[in-house]
Antibody, heavy 118, light 110 residues
Framework: EVQLLESGGGLVQPGKSLRLSCGAS????????MTWVRQAPGKGLEWVSS????????YYADSVRGRFTISRDNSKNTLYLELNRPRAEDTAIYYC???????????WGQGTLVTVSS | QTVVTQEPSLSVSPGGTVTLTCDLS?????????PSWYQQTPGQTPRTLIY???IRSSGVPDRFSGSILGSKAALTITGAQADDESDYYC??????????FGGGTKLTVL
């Protein structure tokens, strides 16, 4: 059974840093591209970032490019998202998901809430 | 800035048919954008319905179908049921590794 478990969310001050993790099990992690999606309170889904299985390719939404960094450790079956210089508008539930092909986010984690506030 | 637009809200009667659409500000949507559709009820994780335009994800009832209608991606629900009342999001691959969700459609079944 595929399982994705996010962790690392919480309250972070604007301008500080936070690292989210997504532990994966039940599939060959290194064979899958992965992605982060977020959802601000009461708002819609927003694609944040994706990374190839080998970590050779990383992609970002304009809203986070230059501030967030996606990475993965295939030896630990773990995906990461480093939130640098977060802003209040980055407050959201952050989901990790598997990515296949162009837009198939087949398996999703339960999400972790990030609140950016002083 | 490229924007993906969906109807903010739609309603359908139980047993009826409704079509949700997904429009791209930069031009027509085609299968080369790999349109996919996700269903989300409040407080729940999104569920994959359709990918690669018209392929149903495992376990999705065949009353859900995807297509390209004119210049837009479309999700059609035929024989709507009460538990289809949800938010629906389309997702497009616009190239260079960039994906964009539509703003979502709130579907009411009444």
């Amino acid at each position: 059974e595929v399982q994705l478990l996010e962790s690392g969310g919480g309250l972070v001050q604007p301008g500080k840093s936070l690292r989210l993790s997504c532990g994966a099990s039940g599939f060959t992690f290194s064979s899958y591209a992965m992605t982060w999606v977020r959802q601000a309170p009461g708002k819609g889904l927003e694609w944040v970032s994706s990374i190839s299985g080998s970590a050779g390719g990383t992609y970002y939404a304009d809203s986070v490019r230059g501030r967030f960094t996606i990475s993965r450790d295939n030896s630990k079956n773990t995906l990461y998202l480093e939130l640098n210089r977060p802003r209040a508008e980055d407050t959201a539930i952050y989901y990790c998901a598997t990515l296949q092909g162009g837009t198939l986010f087949r398996y999703w984690g339960q999400g972790t809430l990030v609140t950016v506030s002083s | 800035q490229t924007v993906v637009t969906q109807e903010p809200s739609l309603s359908v009667s139980p047993g009826g048919t409704v079509t949700l659409t997904c429009d791209l500000s930069s031009g027509p949507v085609s299968s080369s954008f790999f349109p996919s559709w996700y269903q989300q009820t409040p407080g729940q994780t999104p569920r994959t319905l359709i990918y690669d335009t018209d392929i149903r994800s495992s376990g999705v009832p065949d009353r859900f179908s995807g297509s390209i209608l004119g210049s837009k991606a479309a999700l059609t629900i035929t024989g709507a049921q009460a538990d289809d009342e949800s938010d629906y999001y389309c997702l497009l691959d616009v190239g260079r590794g960039i994906r964009i969700f539509g703003g979502g459609t709130k579907l009411t079944v009444l």
